[in-house]
């Protein structure tokens, strides 16, 4: 099998010749580490990842850069009014927002979602890799607009106090993306990956009935949408999310992950839970910053033993290769990965 059989293959409920493998980004100092000089698509090819991305989302995009308030200090204000700051990671986070409040929601224009700079990087996926690896895209469903917007602790109490702004930013996000996100299936990416976060380690960021209130009916919309327009769904989010698991898995997803172990969120038990999901993840990234190689071979291992029985599952680190990975650590967990990743078929 090629990588995207292997990855349609595992997506679709059947058993490929071995677990597939790919990471939402790879921090390009693990990157240059391993192959000095190599691009990632390079990167990609060379140690046979099974899916491929873009290397960065929505909010590290060269083009999402509007107007830089300090270079030195790398604060920019982005194409939605948000103003971003780069620390180590790829994606910058957010440090001040436009609706300060509600009634400035009013005034407020989003961009147009037919000049988003992804779709370019989208093409450029589709050119290369189409029929060969999986390709897939960082998208979004029904909150991080919400609280980059507004800012997380408004947002939360908004949905005490101003409901209708809640159900108005939800509304904002999820047509902005729809665009998108039907343009990059058009282009032909295989795989939309939903990475919106909502949860803290301890438990979700708000109670389950303000989830059910507020994003599931929109989650629900946005993964009926992505799968009526052709695409594979699979749901990351970082966290401890048991509370509001079964509203995430019955929207119709084909997958979730990665998911913290950090978190209680053991992949084995999910699967059990939901034999027809598939499961990705989920080597710590907290590991991979601070174990040896030996640490993540056994960490591996025991993630095909437990996890990989019957098909439906795919390898990854808990979120990503970030830039604390070291990199003999990511290439421990590639190779044995290939090495030892062969399904047994109960």
Excluded at 82 to 105: E, Q
Excluded at 228 to 249: E, F, M, Q
Excluded at 273 to 300: A, C, Q
Aim: charged share 25%.
């Amino acid at each position: 099998m090629n990588s995207w059989e292997r990855m349609k293959t595992v997506l679709d409920g059947g058993i490929p010749d071995r677990v597939p493998h790919y990471e939402m980004t790879i921090d390009p100092r693990v990157m240059e580490a391993l192959n000095p000089g190599m691009s990632y698509f390079d990167f990609v090819d060379y140690w046979d990842i099974d899916a491929v991305g873009p290397n960065t989302n929505y909010d590290g995009h060269p083009k999402a850069r509007v107007k830089w308030i300090d270079e030195s200090k790398k604060i920019f204000i982005d194409r939605w009014g948000v103003t971003r700051r780069f620390l180590n990671d790829l994606t910058p986070v957010p440090i001040d927002w436009p609706i300060k409040k509600p009634t400035d929601l009013v005034h407020y224009k989003p961009p147009n979602p037919n000049e988003e700079p992804m779709l370019e990087v989208f093409e450029k996926l589709v050119s290369r890799y189409k029929g060969k690896r999986a390709t897939f895209f960082l998208g979004r469903d029904v909150w991080v607009i919400l609280y980059t917007l507004r800012g997380m602790e408004n947002i939360l109490m908004d949905m005490l106090t101003e409901p209708q702004v809640v159900h108005d930013l939800v509304r904002i996000q999820i047509e902005y993306y729809r665009v998108v996100q039907r343009k990059a299936i058009e282009i032909g990416m295989d795989i939309v990956q939903l990475a919106d976060d909502y949860a803290f380690q301890s438990g979700p960021l708000m109670s389950p009935d303000c989830f059910e209130e507020f994003l599931a009916p929109g989650f629900r919309e946005v993964v009926a949408d992505i799968k009526a327009h052709g695409a594979y769904c699979i749901k990351h989010t970082d966290g401890n999310i048991h509370k509001i698991l079964p509203a995430i898995v019955n929207s119709g997803i084909d997958g979730i992950g990665p998911l913290e172990p950090e978190a209680s969120m053991v992949l084995a038990d999910i699967k059990k839970m939901y034999p027809h999901l598939t499961v990705m993840g989920n080597v710590s990234v907290d590991l991979l910053g601070v174990g040896t190689e030996s640490d993540i071979e056994k960490n591996v291992k025991s993630l095909i033993d437990t996890t990989a029985a019957g098909g439906h599952y795919i390898m990854s680190s808990s979120n990503s290769f970030t830039y604390s990975t070291i990199p003999a650590n990511a290439k421990t967990m590639m190779n044995v990965t290939k090495e030892y990743g062969i399904y047994s078929k109960t």
